[in-house]
């Protein structure tokens, strides 16, 4: 038997989020993230409706990838992290 299966419907890559992980010298570090993770942060800052509202969203997505152990305030690690 086999549990239920659960799609997220995919958020797409806006080009302000794409540049900027480019000019930070974070991208490979976004890709390292389980598909999941990005596309929860994706749905996070597109969701806003204001530019001012998508910085704020933004920026502590770029400072957690920078960090390298935490996003949104939860433990992160690489896919291949075991442990």
Known sequence: MTGPTYKRPLNP???DVCA???A???QSRYDARRWYQRNDDLG???RAKRPETRQKRL???????AKGDVNMKV???GK????
């Open 80 to 83: 291949n992290d075991l442990g």
């Open 59 to 65: 920026r502590p997505m770029l400072d957690a990838l």
């Open 44 to 46: 996070w800052v597109g």
């Open 20 to 22: 900027a992980l480019q």
């Open 24 to 26: 930070e010298g974070l």
């Open 13 to 15: 890559m806006p080009e």
């Open 75 to 77: 433990m992160w690690r």
